[in-house]
């Protein structure tokens, strides 16, 4: 469903993605991971339209979306959620979530009942009136997750969605996303450092370095790969 | 669809607006005058406030140079009517033409080439400098002498072209104040007023649901400049002269906006309560000066430089929603 | 017309544009370290310069160097000004920040109206009338000497901010707030200290300009858009940048006044800043947003 084919990026001379290539097939649930600066969400943002490659092609469904405006994408199906959550502060929560829902109830009180739904989805019923900036980090995160799912996307992009939680509000989600992958066929790309969520979710991995792919596989796989545990541990030092 | 508008909104307030709205269907009545030119004027500002509201409270672009669109919507319907005889409720046409061209120019300027906050503003500015020294050379309509419409006794009230007594003019701005008020709060319940209040808090946010920014900040400039521009109608129509450096001055451009940030910015009664605020305090000092034999120019723009003060630093959501608590009217725009 | 007269009038700009970098450099400062946009910036001026007035009245001292007790004066508005009203402002939004300042300039520019009427009042100093010759330059020494000032003044706030530990400190501040509290800098006072520095620039520009010119309360907005159309023309943070960006508005505004009408003179300077907004924003010698 998603390929992403040789893409790089620069910033000001910093090579933060190099020639990264890697497929998600549809109905799959591929975990991007890689140390600190590896140029993961970097590479969300030239999925989603943020940035424009400099160089190599993103492929949605089969067209070509590089390049694309942010909106644009989400329209074509991609939905997204930032890794420094962004709430409408000044909103309820339902109105958040409204706001996503628009994209495809083009009504107001189509698009409320729609966002309800995903609201209990979500956790988030109890909250449907409060504003958004006065949520706790976890209803924050849910909220964003929730607010993307809104738009109904084919392919939703998660950027650390479970950094913050607790294990058990970790398996919560972890849940929701294995229910909405099984019975929807929604394809999930996330970014995550909590290995618990990425070993319970993820059928395949991918694993960036400096801004290049360095491995590929299915979990189990990549676990034992050493180039990965070199890059997250370092290198072996004689003593 | 009346039904739909009202949804939500709370007993208490929709009986506060009928009383409010019976008290200005009878104001004439009983005030005459120089009050009935207060009630006109706290009617002006608050029209004025809620169309500037549009641009900042919704789409949260700080606009410091709306007198350009007064000046565009006043100039054209005057020009068209002293030239060529053609009604205002005609040559409004033009105004908005105008005006909306203007504001799609700024927008699209601004919006394209990421020019926002303060920059933003201050590119306002600039056009609306530009139009008064420009106006000041545009002969056709008498440059900097002045331009004048004919002015006729009133024995009869003639709307359709806008001649006639200061109670026509009472109702037609009231008239106008509450078609605003109406068509403010439906789009702020529409698909429209949702993706406006996300792009006001987060446009990235915005953009990755789907919401084209650009689009929407365009369309809210636009309606902002439209709506503005028939206030300008009015405003020549009213005091039958123009002066580019009166109408398009910058002072005029902050005196519209001090209604609404005293109000309260993107909220739909904010305008309204900071009108009624600062017009009616502003010509109540000014009768106890008058009273007491002052006759200074400028101390009611020092009166309103305090207010602004004292609003901003102490209430800087406006006057409005610590009033609404009050009031028992908790709810959002 | 001849080119003496084009000479003539290009060099009478450029001379007053430095005295307008000067004011501009006040607000460079205090937008490029304090981050706040000093809307009543030109009101300021005008205040520093009825005080130039008022004290010419009283001590018939020239304005140059009445300045110096000006500057001083403005120094401490602006510092006290910073401290009480606008520092608990810093993480409010950015229109809050602008509206204080806006209703500031409000209640100054009435209160100049007020006190002193709408007239507009001038100085006469012994050399008001005297002019220099240069080959086929004839310029009026007021001009020169105002001009003059303004170099030295700016010369020594560049020494300043290059030099002294104090001024380092400040540019600390600028580039990194968070990085100067961590170090131990106590950015308030900084803040203020900045804003005082920025007033009494314009303090400065305004005793220079009572040489050049007259007062009158309306010219203080104007002067506060020329101040911001000549930093962000010059670029924002960039201190040479003000001084050429009031050396160009300087020349352009005189020009222009020649070429056209004198009445549209600042048509130019706008036009100048919306190019300047759409294609080089950080303005000619500014340094691009990170």
Redesign the interface.
Known sequence: MLAVDGISKSFRGLHAVQNASFEVAEGGIVGLIGPNGAGKTTCFNMI?G?FRPDAGQVRFAGRRIDGW???RV??AGV??T?QIV???????VL?NI???A??QS???SA?KSDAAEIMEKLGLGAKRDMLASSLTLPDRKRLEVA??L??RPKLLLLDEVMAGLRPTECDQIVAVFRELNRAEGLTILLIEHVMRAVMALAQRIVVLHHGEVIARGTPDEVVRNPAVLESYLGEETEV | MIARLLEGVPRRGLVLLAALLALLLVFPTFASGYLLSVGFLILYFAYVGQAWNVMMGFAGQLSLGHSLYVGLGAYAAAALYVHFGVSPWIGLGASIAISVLAGAVIGFLAFRFGVAGVYFAILTIAFAEFARIGFDHFTWVQGSSGFFLPVANYTENDLWNLRGSPTMFYYLMLGMTAGAFVLCHALLRSRMGYYWLAIRESPEAAQALGVNVFRYKMIAVVISAAMTSLAGVVFAFYYNNLFPEQIFHISRSIELILGPIIGGIGTLVGPLVGAFLLTGLAEGMRELMLQLGIDVPGVKQVFYGFCLLLVVVFLPHGVWPPLARVLGLERKG | MPVEIYLNVAASGLLTGLVYGLMALGLSVIFGVVRVVNFAHGEMMTLAMYLTLVLFGATKLDPLILLVPIAAVLFVLGYLLQLGLINPFINRPEHSQFMLLVALALILVNLQLIVFGPDAQGIRTAYSFDSFQLGPLIVDASKVYAAGAALVVAAALFAFFRFTLLGKAIRACADNYDGARVVGLNVKQLYALTFGIGAACVGAAGAMLMVVGDVTPTIGPAYTLLAFVIVITGGLGSMPGALLGGLLIGLTEALGGVLFSPSAKSMFAFALLVLVLLFRPQGILGRKAA
């Open positions: 989603a943020v405006r942010p909106d989400c329209a939905g997204r930032f962004k709430p409408f502060a000044g909103l309820s109105d409204v706001v996503g628009l994209l083009k009504t107001v698009a607010r993307a809104a738009t």
